[in-house]
């Protein structure tokens, strides 16, 4: 009987030697790295969804503003938010993808927003609209750093997922390599959108005549 319980004690010890050899305890580590940063883009992107309601709200308000840039503002947050954005989105690189547009588009149109309130000055005035917008330009900040993070903690994982000797302990416990964000202008990542009024757009040229 004590032979057979120090057997399955070395057997143990030498299972957890060898996981640990093979990067097994660094995979856990990372992967809930992972899951940790993704979880704080998720919270600030929602963040900024939760204000948008405010800022259309307050658009609204001013006498004549263009309502298909307000309109896009609302579709897209409408496409953004109708993704279940779950921690196993992150395993998934298809639905990942489309998240990814769906916050992209809601980005541009937030910009674009941004730019036509500069031909309104009484709405760059109204107090309420400028709390708002110092609100979303710290939101836009804060989601440039979580994306930051979770592309750093991702790019770890990847690395293990594919280099040897762990990629088999990858290809045994299933551990594939995860979706990270991708921008045609990588200068995009550390860039958020466009929401300065210090500057006013320049007037379109007068047609020719």
């Known amino acids: 009987m004590n032979m057979l319980r ?3 004690l070395l057997g143990t010890l030498l ?3 060898v996981l640990s050899g093979c990067g097994y305890n660094d995979f856990q580590r990372l992967d809930e790295q992972v899951k940790a940063s993704w979880a704080e883009v998720l919270n600030q992107y929602q963040r900024r969804a939760d204000l948008i309601p405010n800022i259309v709200s307050t658009v609204k308000g001013e006498a004549n503003f263009e309502q298909e840039t307000l309109t896009k503002v609302i579709e897209a947050r409408a496409k953004a938010t109708s993704i279940q954005a779950t921690p196993e989105l992150i395993n998934n690189p298809e639905a990942f993808q489309k998240f990814q547009a769906a916050q992209g588009e809601l980005s541009s149109a937030l910009s674009r927003l941004m730019v036509t309130v500069e031909r309104y000055p009484d ?3 109204n107090a309420a609209f400028q709390d708002l917008r110092v609100q979303l330009e710290g939101t836009e900040n804060r989601i ?3 994306r930051n993070r979770y592309i750093k903690s991702v790019n770890d994982f ?8 762990t990629n088999l302990t990858a290809m045994i416990f299933s551990y594939p390599v995860k979706p990270n964000f991708t921008v045609q202008n990588e ?3 550390s860039a958020p959108p466009a929401v300065n009024f210090d500057k006013a757009v ?8």
């Open 6 to 8: 120090r057997g399955a």
């Open 15 to 17: 299972a957890t030697l």
């Open 123 to 125: 709405l760059k005035a």
């Open 144 to 146: 440039t750093v979580a």
């Open 158 to 165: 990847n690395v293990l997922a594919r280099s040897f000797p």
């Open 187 to 189: 200068a995009e990542i």
């Open 202 to 209: 320049p007037a379109a040229p007068a047609p020719s005549k």
